[in-house]
């Protein structure tokens, strides 16, 4: 209560200095308007304007740069935003503190276009299925380079090798870090076990001297610049990464990963419902989805979008359209409750500054 | 002489109205909003927790890598700059300015962007490793490890040290100088006796213009250190930024807060002993 006070009385001040000098923007004046909130490089940037064209609404968009960066903004309500895009124990976290409000399906006819598989996906986190419109979709996997790693590359075990001391880029974030581990000790990525989180913990630790670096998007920059060996990605980034540089690899290892799923969700403070809705119904269209994997390439769920995708060689991706069926231990993240991710944070600080 | 806030005419009173304005809302405002936090835990009750959890292993850990490395990137800056201040003041009449104006100008570019400029050229197959290795040169690894952040530190601060020092130096009466050399002082003399105490007040503000934002930075590590080494700034920003624990972060911003203002009164004090010798 206090801290959204206080969000209130900075905002106010912000509020006040930025329209003194003349900083409200021509959309945001309009009354015909939709606020998104989306990750960061995770839209195709065309489709906003095409969507203004097609609607007559301006969209204001931001993006954030992790969950956990995004959520205090939206707790507070420090940020008025219309539609968010989260990952799935985000969504859950969401839905438990109230600060979701339930979608009205009939406004998003093409919600038809996304396969039953993600919807029943999404039930994990939204049990109801009343508040998320699927997104992307996609596992956390090894990307390596043929021509430093000769050997197989099928297990986590591999970032544990003394052989690539220097080489292995891992993920800074906490929940994907410690997946990693974890999986790797064949234990649950949604452990809450004292004991497990203390030897992923311990493992993390004796992994470190062989670590180049903790770093979330350079993964990427890293892996095409043949900086690293091996790095820890995402598997939307994968595609992207081999088309700028052939050598690299990805692979979902045996242990098992993260299978990941990320919803459009509207908060309940969303003051326009109803464009938000026609910019989800805009982003649910089999075209618009095909173009905009075509240019993210993260996995989508939209499963009518196959047919107009044009590029051959993305459309047949065995990376961004895995069989899943192949794969036994593939789990989704759930939310652990505050308690325990403060647990996992301070943990996760402990290996940074081992 | 001051006056009290009464006696001022209404047109002072105006004018200093924005001024007011801004650090009510800009400076006491947050800062009664870090104390709030920094002393109360979530549920808004006050305690000293906060600020005590300096004391975990993992805090006190990140302060004193804070403080060694921003000690040494002081001592490095201070080093490099006063050799080079006091060619600039001295020698170099006229052109000077242009000289000086050459080591300000890469502050007119973002410190980000040179960060990651330095990230570049240091990296494995950085800028400056193709070109030893081109030559079979032995490659050069001190991306991620504490060197290249005490290098960041350097680079990215070593204006605030050089322009202070530049400053008093070039203000220096030559005539003190050559009243030395005439009653016998030599060069080493006259700069220990005369030059250098009358440098200190620059010195002095150069270092504590370098110290604190290395003691506060999070950006260098994080970017030089590959996320490997963690500063107090780091740990704050993760508690702000990761945790959503902002009473934490908030408390151990309040102890940062008491170790820059010891610096701040150390330095004042060293500055005021000087003002007295003269």
């Known amino acids: 209560m206090i801290k959204k006070l206080i969000c209130v009385v900075l905002a106010a001040f912000i509020a006040i200095s930025a329209s003194t000098s003349c900083g409200i923007s021509k959309a945001e004046r309009s009354e015909n308007v939709v606020y998104v909130y989306n990750a960061g490089e995770y839209i195709d940037p065309d489709l906003l304007d095409q969507f203004t064209a097609e609607t007559g609404i301006q969209v204001v968009y931001d993006e954030f740069e992790s969950n956990e960066i995004m959520y205090p903004k939206i707790e507070s309500g420090a940020a008025v935003y219309d539609v968010v895009c989260p990952s799935d124990y985000m969504i859950e976290k969401m839905i438990k503190k109230d600060l979701l409000q339930p979608i009205d399906y009939s406004k998003i006819p093409n919600i038809k276009n996304i396969g039953d598989y993600y919807i029943e996906q999404s039930r994990s986190f939204d049990p109801e299925h009343k508040y998320t419109v699927p997104y992307c979709w996609g596992t956390v996997g090894i990307l390596y380079n043929k021509t430093m790693v000769s050997e197989k590359v099928d297990s986590w075990d591999i970032l544990w090798d003394e052989k690539y001391k220097n080489e292995i880029?891992?993920?800074?974030?906490?929940?994907?870090?410690?997946?990693?581990?974890?999986?790797?000790?064949?234990?649950?990525?949604?452990?809450?076990?004292?004991?497990?989180?203390?030897?992923?913990?311990?493992?993390?630790?004796?992994?470190?001297?062989?670590?180049?670096?903790?770093?979330?998007?350079?993964?990427?920059?890293?892996?095409?610049?043949?900086?690293?060996?091996?790095?820890?990605?995402?598997?939307?980034?994968?595609?992207?990464t081999q088309s700028q540089n052939p050598d690299l690899e990805y692979v979902i290892p045996k242990e098992g990963t993260n299978l990941w799923l990320d919803c459009w969700v509207m908060p309940k403070n969303a003051k326009n419902v109803e464009n938000g809705l026609k910019f989800l119904n805009f982003l649910c269209d089999a075209k618009v989805a095909a173009k905009n994997f075509e240019y993210i390439t993260y996995s989508t769920p939209n499963e009518a979008c196959r047919d107009y995708i044009e590029d051959e060689d993305l459309k047949n991706s065995e990376t961004?359209?895995?069989?899943?069926?192949?794969?036994?231990?593939?789990?989704?993240?759930?939310y652990l409750g505050d308690t325990a991710d403060k647990y996992l944070n301070g943990m996760w600080r402990e290996v940074k500054s081992y | 002489?001051?006056?009290?806030?009464?006696?001022?005419?209404?047109?002072?009173?105006?004018?200093?109205?924005?001024?007011?304005?801004?650090?009510?809302?800009?400076?006491?405002?947050?800062?009664?909003?870090?104390?709030?936090?920094?002393?109360?835990?979530?549920?808004?009750?006050?305690?000293?927790?906060?600020?005590?959890?300096?004391?975990?292993?993992?805090?006190?850990?990140?302060?004193?890598?804070?403080?060694?490395?921003?000690?040494?990137?002081?001592?490095?800056?201070?080093?490099?700059?006063?050799?080079?201040?006091?060619?600039?003041?001295?020698?170099?009449?006229?052109?000077?300015?242009?000289?000086?104006?050459?080591?300000?100008?890469p502050m007119w570019m973002n410190s980000l962007l040179r960060t990651i400029a330095w990230q570049n050229l240091l990296e494995k197959t950085g800028l400056i490793n193709?070109?030893?290795?081109?030559?079979?040169?032995?490659?050069?690894?001190?991306?991620?490890?504490?060197?290249?952040?005490?290098?960041?530190?350097?680079?990215?601060?070593?204006?605030?040290?050089?322009?202070?020092?530049?400053?008093?130096?070039?203000?220096?009466?030559?005539?003190?100088?050559?009243?030395?050399?005439?009653?016998?002082?030599?060069?080493?003399?006259?700069?220990?006796?005369?030059?250098?105490?009358?440098?200190?007040?620059?010195?002095?503000?150069?270092?504590?213009?370098?110290?604190?934002?290395?003691?506060?930075?999070?950006?260098?590590?994080?970017?030089?250190?590959?996320?490997?080494?963690?500063?107090?700034?780091?740990?704050?920003?993760?508690?702000?930024?990761?945790?959503?624990?902002?009473?934490?972060?908030?408390?151990?911003?309040?102890?940062?807060?008491?170790?820059?203002?010891?610096?701040?009164?150390?330095?004042?004090?060293?500055?005021k002993e000087d003002a007295t010798k003269k």
């Open chain 1, 169 to 240: 880029l891992m993920q800074d974030s906490v929940r994907d870090a410690f997946m990693v581990s974890l999986m790797d000790l064949g234990y649950s990525c949604n452990s809450l076990d004292h004991d497990e989180i203390e030897a992923a913990t311990e493992r993390l630790k004796a992994q470190k001297h062989l670590v180049q670096a903790y770093v979330v998007d350079q993964v990427r920059d890293k892996m095409i610049g043949n900086e690293a060996a091996l790095g820890v990605i995402y598997s939307g980034e994968a595609l992207y």
């Open chain 1, 320 to 334: 961004a359209f895995p069989d899943l069926s192949k794969y036994t231990n593939l789990e989704t993240y759930h």
């Open chain 2, 1 to 105: 002489m001051r006056k009290p806030w009464k006696s001022l005419s209404k047109k002072t009173r105006a004018l200093a109205a924005p001024y007011f304005v801004w650090s009510v809302g800009f400076i006491i405002i947050p800062l009664i909003i870090i104390f709030f936090y920094g002393f109360a835990d979530a549920n808004g009750h006050f305690t000293l927790s906060n600020v005590a959890s300096i004391f975990s292993h993992v805090n006190l850990k990140a302060l004193i890598i804070s403080m060694l490395l921003s000690f040494l990137s002081t001592f490095v800056c201070l080093l490099i700059a006063y050799p080079l201040a006091y060619i600039l003041a001295e020698f170099g009449h006229g052109k000077s300015s242009l000289f000086a104006f050459i080591f300000i100008l």
């Open chain 2, 130 to 271: 193709t070109i030893l290795s081109f030559f079979h040169l032995p490659t050069m690894m001190i991306i991620n490890t504490p060197w290249a952040i005490v290098l960041g530190m350097v680079y990215d601060f070593l204006p605030f040290m050089i322009l202070p020092i530049y400053n008093t130096l070039s203000r220096l009466e030559i005539d003190y100088a050559n009243a030395a050399r005439d009653l016998g002082a030599n060069g080493w003399q006259t700069f220990w006796k005369i030059t250098w105490p009358l440098s200190l007040p620059g010195v002095i503000s150069g270092i504590t213009m370098v110290f604190v934002p290395s003691l506060t930075t999070f950006v260098i590590s994080d970017i030089l250190g590959g996320g490997k080494i963690l500063l107090i700034g780091n740990i704050i920003e993760q508690l702000f930024t990761q945790d959503n624990d902002w009473n934490a972060g908030a408390g151990l911003s309040i102890v940062l807060m008491i170790f820059i203002v010891i610096s701040m009164i150390i330095t004042d004090k060293y500055d």
